[in-house]
């Protein structure tokens, strides 16, 4: 088991910065795919970002350029730097681990509880 616990949520301005990050416990999580996803109300989860243990990553279209997903191995953490945040980026965003499957696809077998992201215009 992996437990994932989130933090960093809030408050924000449009324009503004959050650093949210995503403690892990349990099984070596050095062996998982990290990653962030968000679910604004009304919609369905969508994926983010997502982290290697390499630290090679993959981001959703419209938040490239402004959010940077990172690794932090000898802590068990990983990060999500969202900058120039726009309204449309609210929601609950959740970390997730993903086991790498023989096939190449990716399975979230884990997930933290969320943490809110507001931005206020």
């Known amino acids: 088991q992996v437990q994932l616990v989130e933090s960093g949520g809030g408050l924000v301005q449009a324009g503004g910065s959050l650093r949210l990050s995503c403690a892990a416990s349990?099984?070596?999580?050095?062996?998982?795919?990290m990653g962030w996803f968000r679910q604004a109300p009304g919609k369905e989860r969508e994926f983010i970002a997502r982290v290697y243990w390499s630290g090679s990553s993959v981001y959703e279209d419209s938040v490239k350029g402004r959010f940077a997903i990172s690794r932090d191995n000898a802590k068990d953490t990983v990060y999500l730097q969202m900058n120039s945040l726009k309204t449309e980026d609210a929601g609950v965003y959740y970390c997730?681990?993903?086991?790498?499957?023989?096939?190449?696809?990716?399975?979230?077998?884990?997930w933290g509880q969320g943490t809110q992201v507001t931005v206020s215009s």
């Open positions: 349990g099984r070596t999580w050095s062996q998982f795919v």
């Open positions: 997730a681990a993903a086991s790498l499957l023989s096939s190449g696809q990716l399975s979230y077998d884990y």
